[in-house]
């Protein structure tokens, strides 16, 4: 692959103190944030685009609140102060989950601003607790604060942005992402996912509510689903209604536990799959005059398929962005 060139810049937002969030033996754990990571050095080296690795400035409590419940927030403050609890029987507080939830929150809404002010072309996030299934009252599925909502909110309380788009790839529905943004006509939520399969949600017929429906495009995947269903997923339906929705702002929720290596479902997605999506994401960034897609850590627990996944995600995306997509 030849590289995209010489103005693409790779912004990596990543801290070990988000490894203080843990739990013996569960998947959710301290190693998928350095091997998403390395993956973003790896697509950084492979490209030759200039590389730049800041640490997080923590999400303010008054961000966090433009989304999540001030209650809610007092428990998971509260609850890591007191040595950590379970939240449900899938997801966890130790005392470091407190810290580590603002910290994610905040290195996603500064891998957002850093594109939407031309800072960056790509950056990436890699971050744990996950977000996506975090609701304005509740934590669920490994996830504590909804990192991307929180990133949208604050793009729209600096004036940056109004129009967002979000990109779903995860295998599990992003249920917590589609309720807070259920009713928001300036938001497009798309998703592909395993259905049926955890949490449930993601059906077809979700397609938001009052004023804002049509702004949720759920495109559910059968078990056993692999590149090929992905790719048409995306290629031939989310992405066009992305470009006709005219974002002014692209921000993915990037799960890469669709991989076939991937232990806690059963897509058989390669990463040439999120290479090929992610040249034509691109190329819809490049049409509509962006300057460059932002990207956080959601699911994926195979640690060789993440790294993988996340660097061919960025070489796709650099390709698409630099109209190089048969590079």
Same mark, same amino acid.
């Given at each position: 692959?030849?590289?995209?060139g010489?103005?693409?810049?790779i912004l990596?937002?990543?801290?070990? =103190?988000?490894d203080?969030h843990?739990?013996?033996g569960h998947?959710e754990?301290?190693?998928?944030?350095a091997?998403?990571?390395?993956g973003?050095?790896r697509?950084a080296a492979?490209?030759?685009a200039?590389?730049?690795?800041?640490g997080?400035?923590?999400?303010?409590?008054?961000?966090?609140q433009?989304?999540? /419940?001030p209650a809610?927030?007092?428990?998971? /403050?509260?609850e890591?102060?007191?040595g950590?609890?379970?939240?449900?029987?899938d997801?966890y507080l130790?005392?470091?989950?407190?810290?580590?939830a603002?910290?994610a929150a905040g290195? &996603?809404?500064?891998?957002?601003?850093?594109v939407?002010r031309g800072e960056?072309?790509? $950056?990436?996030?890699?971050v744990r607790p996950p977000?996506?299934? /975090?609701?304005a009252g509740?934590?669920?599925?490994?996830c504590?604060?909804?990192n991307?909502?929180?990133a949208?909110?604050?793009?729209?309380a600096a004036?940056?942005v109004?129009?967002?788009a979000?990109?779903?790839w995860?295998?599990?529905h992003?249920d917590?992402?589609q309720?807070?943004?259920d =009713?928001?006509?300036?938001?497009l939520?798309?998703? &592909?996912?395993q259905f049926?399969?955890?949490?449930?949600t993601g059906?077809?017929? %979700?397609?938001?509510s009052?004023?804002?429906?049509?702004?949720t495009?759920?495109?559910?995947?059968?078990a056993g689903?692999?590149?090929?269903?992905?790719?048409a997923?995306w290629?031939?339906?989310?992405l066009?209604?992305?470009e006709?929705?005219a974002?002014g702002?692209?921000?993915v929720?990037?799960?890469y536990d =669709?991989h076939?290596d991937?232990?806690?479902?059963e897509?058989?997605?390669? %990463?040439?799959?999120?290479?090929?999506?992610a040249v034509e994401?691109?190329?819809?960034?490049?049409?509509?005059g962006?300057?460059?897609?932002?990207?956080?850590?959601?699911?994926g627990?195979?640690?060789a $398929?993440?790294e993988?996944?996340v =660097?061919a995600t960025? %070489?796709?995306?650099l390709?698409g962005l630099?109209?190089?997509?048969?590079?």
């Amino acid at each position: 692959m030849s590289p995209p060139g010489g103005a693409a810049r790779i912004l990596l937002v990543t801290d070990d =103190a988000m490894d203080r969030h843990a739990a013996p033996g569960h998947p959710e754990r301290p190693a998928r944030r350095a091997a998403a990571a390395a993956g973003v050095e790896r697509a950084a080296a492979a490209t030759g685009a200039r590389f730049d690795r800041r640490g997080p400035m923590p999400a303010t409590i008054a961000q966090v609140q433009r989304i999540h /419940a001030p209650a809610y927030l007092q428990l998971l /403050a509260d609850e890591a102060a007191r040595g950590g609890a379970w939240l449900d029987g899938d997801t966890y507080l130790s005392p470091g989950s407190w810290d580590a939830a603002l910290l994610a929150a905040g290195a &996603t809404v500064q891998v957002a601003e850093a594109v939407a002010r031309g800072e960056a072309t790509v $950056a990436f996030a890699a971050v744990r607790p996950p977000g996506h299934h /975090a609701a304005a009252g509740r934590g669920a599925g490994f996830c504590l604060i909804n990192n991307i909502a929180v990133a949208v909110a604050a793009l729209r309380a600096a004036g940056l942005v109004e129009r967002v788009a979000i990109v779903d790839w995860d295998v599990h529905h992003g249920d917590g992402t589609q309720a807070i943004f259920d =009713a928001a006509p300036a938001l497009l939520y798309t998703s &592909t996912h395993q259905f049926p399969f955890y949490p449930g949600t993601g059906a077809r017929s %979700e397609q938001g509510s009052g004023g804002a429906r049509g702004t949720t495009l759920n495109r559910p995947l059968s078990a056993g689903s692999g590149d090929k269903e992905l790719i048409a997923a995306w290629v031939t339906e989310l992405l066009p209604a992305i470009e006709a929705f005219a974002p002014g702002a692209i921000l993915v929720s990037a799960g890469y536990d =669709a991989h076939g290596d991937d232990p806690l479902a059963e897509l058989n997605v390669t %990463e040439r799959a999120y290479r090929a999506v992610a040249v034509e994401l691109g190329a819809v960034a490049r049409r509509l005059g962006l300057p460059g897609v932002a990207l956080t850590l959601e699911g994926g627990y195979d640690l060789a $398929a993440l790294e993988l996944s996340v =660097a061919a995600t960025i %070489e796709g995306l650099l390709a698409g962005l630099a109209g190089s997509e048969g590079s």
